[in-house]
């Protein structure tokens, strides 16, 4: 291991490992020359597998290292050692406002200074037009000196354009803080996904809880994307009503109804802080009086509650901390199969893994791992006992993994067999005969969203004129037959339809809404569809499916004995065409 402790890398040494997450690791590391220490973060080596990443790493490296502002993080540096990658930064002693959330409610002060510090550090990098991308209370620093930084600008702007498996596989951001269009996987981010991130995180420090919690990361992404915003007065009635006013309009479903900067949400919020004049339930806030409304007394308080900070203990660990984190460490690692493609067709079951911070702090190694725990259910069957068996002394081994999802698969258990298959994928990197294994596996048991996501996985691999015939085949067949299945947009994303094939995308979209009660959209999506390809065989096949559905069957039968007969139709096509027409005969 080139980093261990004592090693040299560079001009610095290994002091010890702080921790690590899928994107990177990091170490404490002493620096001789100026006498300081220092965090290193090292890149994950699946980006060498790109060939052109060590030249995206060095340009967008020069573009973080440029943000100067005393609440981000410094990047000092970046160099190679040994064909791994890694920055140099600030080296930060203290703790994280995911830590200091733990032990209680944060004070008035606290929260103040929440707003003003992540704020002008998002406000400051938006300016020089760098997204943050993973706004969370684990990437603010609370160092010993009450001082709070934003962390982990640096992967967050190099994962931005990234073509490695480990990069473009990803979605950057958190289930609980990740805004819709970002949970999406829309490529045309702007200021407002980091705006939407930072209300998640005044929710939960003024309403007590983040706005979505559910079982699974699954759950939690959908009810972002599709779920109106738990009304933060109905969750906590002591939430004054112009607090909730802000707090609504930040977390938007639609970005063009959120704030359009960040100074502008901060302002609004404080605005409405000391509009207010009342304590908020859930944390020990203490609003303004309505007395201080004035500019000039505003400003005492602003400097009162800075001093107070200042005075303020340094947040401590808290002893339960190290357990907490490692079972919000595993629920988030889970997420990592949930959405992603690669290029323009990137695929479901990416890798989503948090990324270690610069800081003393981190969480340890061993809570903090890139292969989480395998889901568990109840009354296994012995074919997933011995699955798991194989999976724990093989942690690294997608093949173990996969066959674990498949047997959760064959024995009913559908939610824990697609975690377990988004670690396989995980560990699977650029491995195309895995990809096209678990396709050909899942799609023999007529498990379709799996297969749909294993088929864009492999679609990812290439560009869309050179995807092998049978992968973008069994890619169309798989997105259809999927869109019977109610949780299919939790696993396979229209818009990643869209970027293989628009007017497919089209089609999936009308043939879910079809199977879901929705036929009039279901026909207006076709229409879209035709109006892009006239002559597809999809849309075809979904018309017969909608006049079968609306009782007109003399219509379906003849569109199926037309599909049923054409041999330029997939065999898939004729093959459902033949079947529907039994059971309209």
């Known amino acids: 291991m080139s980093f261990k402790p004592g090693a040299n890398v560079g001009p610095y040494q290994v002091m010890e490992q702080l921790g690590q997450g899928g994107m990177a690791s990091v170490y404490k590391a002493y620096h001789a020359a100026l006498d300081r220490y220092v965090a290193l973060k090292v890149l994950h080596q699946a980006f060498n597998e790109d060939s052109t990443f060590i030249s995206r790493f060095q340009r967008e490296a020069r573009v973080v290292a440029r943000l100067e502002h ?347 067999s697609y975690e377990t298959l988004a670690q396989a994928a995980n560990l699977a990197g650029t491995n195309k005969d895995f990809f096209m294994t678990a396709a050909q596996e899942f799609k023999s048991r007529e498990a379709w969203v799996p297969t749909a996501g294993m088929y864009l996985r492999l679609a990812g691999f290439g560009t869309s004129e050179n995807i092998p015939p049978d992968i973008q085949e069994g890619l169309r067949e798989s997105v259809y037959k999927a869109t019977s299945e109610e949780e299919m947009p939790l696993y396979v994303f229209f818009e990643r339809v869209d970027a293989f094939d628009l007017p497919l995308g089209y089609v999936v979209r009308g043939r879910y809404a079809l199977y879901h009660g929705a036929v009039e959209d279901a026909k207006l999506q076709l229409a879209n569809a035709q109006a892009v390809q006239s002559d597809m065989y999809e849309a075809f096949l979904l018309k017969a499916e909608i006049e079968m559905q609306v009782g007109s069957r003399e219509a379906a039968k003849n569109l199926l004995l037309s599909l049923s007969s054409d041999l330029g139709a997939a065999p898939w096509i004729r093959d459902m065409a033949t079947e529907f027409l039994t059971t309209i005969q």
Not at 243 to 253: G, Q, Y
Not at 272 to 279: E, M
Not at 316 to 338: D, E, F, H, Q, Y
């Open 70 to 416: 005393s609440n981000i993080v410094p990047v000092y540096d970046y160099a190679e050692h040994e064909g791994r990658p890694y920055l140099v930064m600030k080296f930060i002693e203290g703790d994280t406002l995911k830590a200091r959330l733990t032990q209680g409610p944060l004070t008035a002060a606290e929260i103040e200074q929440v707003v003003d510090s992540v704020g002008s550090a998002l406000a400051y990098a938006h300016k020089q037009g760098v997204l943050h991308r993973d706004i969370k209370p684990s990437n603010v620093l609370i160092s010993t000196d009450h001082v709070m930084y934003l962390a982990d600008f640096g992967l967050a702007r190099i994962a931005q354009d990234g073509e490695s498996t480990l990069s473009a596989d990803s979605i950057m951001g958190t289930p609980q803080y990740i805004s819709p269009e970002q949970a999406m996987g829309k490529k045309d981010l702007d200021n407002k996904t980091d705006i939407y991130s930072f209300g998640v995180m005044l929710y939960e420090m003024v309403v007590g809880r983040v706005p979505f919690t559910a079982d699974t990361p699954f759950s939690i992404i959908h009810d972002h994307i599709y779920s109106p915003l738990p009304l933060p007065r109905a969750v906590n009635p002591e939430v004054p009503e112009p607090v909730e006013r802000v707090l609504l309009k930040s977390l938007a479903k639609d970005r063009l109804d959120r704030y359009e900067t960040v100074e502008e949400l901060a302002h609004a919020f404080k605005q409405a802080w000391v509009d207010s004049g009342v304590p908020m339930q859930g944390t020990s806030v203490k609003m303004r009086p309505a007395s201080l409304k004035e500019p000039s007394k505003a400003q005492s308080v602003d400097q009162a509650a800075r001093t107070e900070i200042a005075k303020s203990p340094a947040p401590k660990r808290s002893p339960t901390w190290a357990w907490i984190s490692g079972g919000l460490v595993v629920i988030l690692c889970c997420a990592v199969g949930w959405v992603a493609f690669r290029n323009d067709s990137r695929t479901l079951f990416p890798r989503r893994t948090p990324v270690a911070i610069a800081t003393a702090t981190v969480a340890p190694v061993a809570t903090d791992t890139a292969v989480p725990t395998p889901a568990t259910v109840l009354d296994e069957s012995p074919e997933i006992t011995a699955a798991r068996a194989a999976v724990q002394n093989n942690p690294g081994d997608p093949n173990a993994h996969l066959q674990l999802s498949l047997a959760l698969w064959d024995d009913g258990h559908k939610k824990p």
